[in-house]
Structures are given as structure tokens and as C-alpha cells.
């Protein structure tokens, strides 16, 4: 059985961010085994956040904007972004330069292979392939959802899932210099539905259809609102663009409280560690936070304390969220419209980032009708005690 100082299971993500902060830090140092049943490279997700400073990975970004179109209540608007600038990183690019280095330095041995378990034996974590079994101080995995088997079943059982097009046009046809945040489908009654476009220029971009509810559609109903959505905006029809790429995404709206451990000293980082923030689906610069909280702790104590990705407030406000737009999708329509109305865009990045004080909380409160958060407040007291 081969022993490593730590271990990361899954190479996504949060398993790249994890192994290149240990990289430059003195944790190189260490022995560190990464797994994960594809190595191969892929531009499957475009992962954008926002910053006020140098974002992470700044050499790798695709794109960035400051400013931001959205839709309220069926008019367009641009919004200007002048503490925060949206990025977008491609995930093809970020692994390709993240599984380069790692390859040609001699404490990072990468492997490609199925993980079939994670277990402790009452002092040691190990990893179990098909083949092999390996043990580390410290797992950190991000493969396997710590909530399969719970017992404690999600009070509103919610998904972002999508699908964008990346498609080539024939003739100039978007504006690069803003990106289109939400632009809602108020046809759309069962969720929230809205189009979601990255400019890449003038002749290209990534058009998503995303939904938050807790039903998929099938992949054809995403794409005929893309076509359609192309048409009626922008006049083209299929002969007018290439469609160079597909981008499919079902994203947990969890409500369920965060699980730190998956089992003793095997870490749950990313998605599976609760880092995705419920309402929004957001999560590669919550990620980020973890790597260096992780990479902190390790380097101070060499042990380990498991760091909540939220403060408590804001998982209260996420419940309230996931329950207005679960059991009343009109009333969460007009919650995201006032939110967008009666706000900058810095102001709301902010808030849905958890940067913001609870003076500026009550202000995003005191702009959105406060009804439906009266009635989610009553109707998740249950929850909300175990979250
Ligand atoms: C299409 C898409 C777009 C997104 N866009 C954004 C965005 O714009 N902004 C944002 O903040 N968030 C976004 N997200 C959400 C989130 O940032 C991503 O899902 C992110 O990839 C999560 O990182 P992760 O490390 O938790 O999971 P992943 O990146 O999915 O990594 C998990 C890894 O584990 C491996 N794995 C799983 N099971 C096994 C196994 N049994 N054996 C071996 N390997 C295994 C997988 O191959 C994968 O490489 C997006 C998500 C999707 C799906």
C-alpha cells in the first residue's frame, strides 16, 4: 500500500485550485498522489466570477467586462460595474496549465484512473481503486456527495441546470463590450428561466438557457429557447451561425446543511464540500477561499478545521431564496426584478458574493417585496434551526 502526505480525489475544479496552491507554498514539499478518471484536458465549463482585486489564475482569463445587461421586468438595461469586474475562465485552459506543471515537478505523481471508495480504518485515510489502495495524512475529495445516503432529504429539491451554445456568426452580431447577466423568460412558469450570454466578440459568444426548479428539461427544450431566443434578438437563423460547442450544467441549489467531513480526515472540497452558494450556483471563488483556508491551516497547525462556506445570515437568506422560488416562481420573479431594479450591480455582487455588512443586507432587503420573505421566513423555521 503506497503512503502519500495527502491525497486529492477529483481534478476538477477544486482539486486543480487545491494542488496549485500547495504548489507554491511550502507544501511542495510534501508527497501528494491527484486521481481522477479523466486527465484529458476540456473546455466543458466556462467558470466566471467576480473580483474587486487581481482575480485568481489572472493570466488565464478569457474574458472580463464591467458592465452587465439585464432584463427588468421585460426592459433591457446596462449596468455599470465599478468596484467589481466580472471574469471568465475556460476550464480547458485552466487545467491544461495546472496538470503541466503539476507532471513536471517530482512530489506531485498524477494518475488517471476510477475511485471506488474512500474509507478510514480507525487512523488512517485510504483510497481504494480497482487496483490499488493508497493512504495520506489527508484526503481531500471532491467525487464522492456526501449527502447520497443521508437520511435528511432536501426541503426544496432544486437545480440550476442549462444548456449554452457557443456559436460563430456570420456577420457582427453582439456587443462585447458588456455581458448579459439575466435576461428573463417571463413565459417561463415553472422556475425562474432567464438567457445568460458571454460575449467572446463581436461574432461569437456562449448563449445559456438556465432554469432554476426541480425539474430537467430535455436537452432539445434548452435548445429550441436558445434558437428561438436567437432569432427574435438578434434575426439570425441557423444558417448564420456555427454552433462550435455545447455546454450542459445541472447544478445543486442545496439546502441541506454543509457536511465538512466525508468521512475522518477525508475533507469534502468543492461542490460536494458545499461550496456551491445555493441560490445563485456559483461557486469557483468560493472554492478559491477554501483552497487557501486549507492550505493555511496546514501550514500553521498541520491539522485541519473544517470552514463553513457561509456565515449563518447568508444561508438564512438562501433558504428564504430556494423556498420563494421552489412553491411561488411569480413572487421570485419579482424578488430578482427589484433586486436588479432598485440596486447597483456592485451592490448586488456584493450581497450574493457574502461581502456585504448587515446594514448593506437590509438595504437589498428593503428593495425587494418583503411578503414572500415574511411567509418563506415562517415556512423554513424548521430548516433554518439546522443549517
Ligand atoms: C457547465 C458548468 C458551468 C459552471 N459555471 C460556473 C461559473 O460560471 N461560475 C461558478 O462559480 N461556478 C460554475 N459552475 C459550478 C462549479 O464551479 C463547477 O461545477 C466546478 O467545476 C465545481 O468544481 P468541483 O471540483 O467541485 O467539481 P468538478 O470540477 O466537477 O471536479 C470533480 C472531478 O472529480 C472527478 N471524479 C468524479 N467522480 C470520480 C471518480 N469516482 N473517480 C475519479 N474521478 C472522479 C471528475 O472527473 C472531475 O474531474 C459551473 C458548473 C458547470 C457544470
Known amino acids: 500500500m503506497q503512503q502519500y502526505d495527502y491525497i486529492i480525489a477529483g481534478a476538477g475544479a477544486s482539486g486543480l485550485s487545491l494542488a496549485w496552491k500547495m504548489l507554491h507554498s511550502p507544501l511542495s514539499e510534501k508527497k501528494i498522489l491527484i486521481l481522477d478518471q479523466s486527465l484529458t484536458p476540456s473546455n466543458d465549463k ?10 485568481p489564475f489572472a493570466n488565464l482569463i478569457h474574458r472580463q467586462w464591467s ?41 506531485f505523481q498524477l494518475r488517471k484512473t ?17 487496483a490499488h489502495t493508497f493512504k495520506a495524512d489527508y484526503i481531500f475529495q471532491s467525487c464522492f456527495n456526501p449527502w447520497e445516503d443521508a437520511q435528511d432529504q432536501p426541503c426544496h429539491p432544486l437545480l440550476q441546470h442549462f444548456v449554452g451554445w457557443e456559436i460563430n456568426t456570420s456577420k457582427p452580431t453582439f456587443d462585447d463590450g458588456f455581458f448579459t447577466l439575466m435576461d428573463f423568460d417571463q413565459t417561463y412558469k415553472d422556475g425562474i428561466a432567464f438567457i445568460y450570454i458571454l460575449p467572446w466578440s463581436k461574432t461569437s459568444a456562449l448563449i445559456e438557457y438556465t432554469i432554476f426548479s426541480d425539474n430537467l428539461l430535455d436537452k432539445k427544450q434548452y435548445e429550441e429557447k436558445v434558437s428561438l431566443y436567437l432569432s427574435n434578438r438578434f434575426d439570425l ?35 460536494v464540500g458545499g461550496l456551491t452558494k445555493p441560490s445563485t450556483g456559483y461557486t469557483f471563488k468560493r472554492i478559491q477561499k477554501q483552497t487557501n483556508a486549507i492550505v493555511a491551516d496546514l501550514l500553521s497547525e498541520g491539522t485541519l478545521r473544517p470552514h463553513p462556506p457561509s456565515k449563518k445570515r447568508f444561508k438564512a437568506y438562501d433558504l428564504w431564496l430556494l423556498q420563494i422560488i421552489d412553491r411561488y416562481p411569480e413572487d421570485a420573479f419579482k424578488v430578482f426584478n427589484h433586486l436588479l431594479k432598485n440596486n447597483s450591480l456592485d ?21 425587494v417585496p418583503y411578503t414572500p420573505f415574511l411567509r418563506a421566513i415562517w415556512k423554513t423555521r424548521n430548516r433554518l434551526r439546522k443549517i
Open 347 to 367: 451592490d448586488v455582487f456584493r450581497f450574493l458574493a457574502e461581502e456585504s455588512s448587515l446594514k448593506d443586507d437590509l438595504k437589498i432587503m428593503s428593495s
Open 67 to 107: 458592465k452587465a445587461e439585464v432584463s427588468i421586468f421585460g426592459k433591457r438595461a446596462i449596468k455599470q460595474l465599478n468596484n467589481y469586474t466580472y471574469y471568465c475562465l475556460r476550464s480547458g485552459d485552466l487545467s491544461t496549465h495546472i496538470l503541466d506543471k503539476l507532471e513536471k515537478h517530482p512530489n
Open 46 to 55: 466556462t467558470w466566471c466570477f467576480w473580483d474587486t482585486e487581481t482575480p
Open 237 to 271: 437563423t441557423p444558417i448564420d451561425y456555427n454552433i462550435e460547442r455545447k455546454e450542459f450544467g445541472k447544478i445543486p441549489m442545496e439546502d441541506r446543511p454543509h457536511k465538512p467531513w466525508y468521512k475522518p480526515r477525508i475533507l469534502n472540497i468543492g461542490t
Open 114 to 130: 476510477p475511485i471506488q471508495e474512500l474509507s478510514f480504518n480507525g487512523s488512517t485515510p485510504m483510497l481504494h481503486t480497482d
